[in-house]
């Protein structure tokens, strides 16, 4: 079992930055492929961006691209969103996901592959 917490939400005007963490307990994380999600209001899930259990691979939403960065501190049990450039239509609840992965650089782009979610954090940019 692992727990999912995300942490480094909040308000931001937008082209501003937010830098989101999602820490886990329970298990050694380093072998979990792990991913972002955001859910805005009214709106779907929608995935963000993924990153292998070793680092070595990551994976992003063309609406994200350039803007966003993955990464991941096995040492810490954390993995990393830095968001730049923020626009008002990403204002959403951000959660992070994880799953046990056989391969060192195989991401999930699918919230249907993740078995273990956390309970999100809410991030807002205003215009």
């Known amino acids: 079992q692992v727990q999912l917490v995300e942490s480094g939400g909040g308000l931001v005007q937008a082209g501003g930055s937010l830098r989101l963490s999602c820490t886990a307990s329970?298990?050694?994380?380093?072998?979990?492929?792990t991913g972002w999600f955001r859910q805005g209001p009214g709106k779907e899930r929608e995935f963000v961006a993924a990153?292998?259990?070793?680092?070595?691979?990551?994976y992003y939403a063309d609406s994200v691209k350039g803007r966003f960065t993955i990464s991941r501190d096995n040492d810490k049990n954390t993995v990393y969103l830095q968001m730049n450039s923020l626009k008002p239509e990403e204002t959403a609840v951000y959660y992070c996901a994880a799953k046990y992965g056989s391969s060192p650089f195989r991401v999930e782009r699918s919230e249907n592959d993740y078995d273990y979610w956390g309970q999100g954090t809410q991030v807002t940019v205003s215009s």
């Open positions: 329970g298990r050694t994380f380093s072998r979990y492929a």
């Open positions: 990153i292998s259990w070793s680092g070595g691979s990551t």
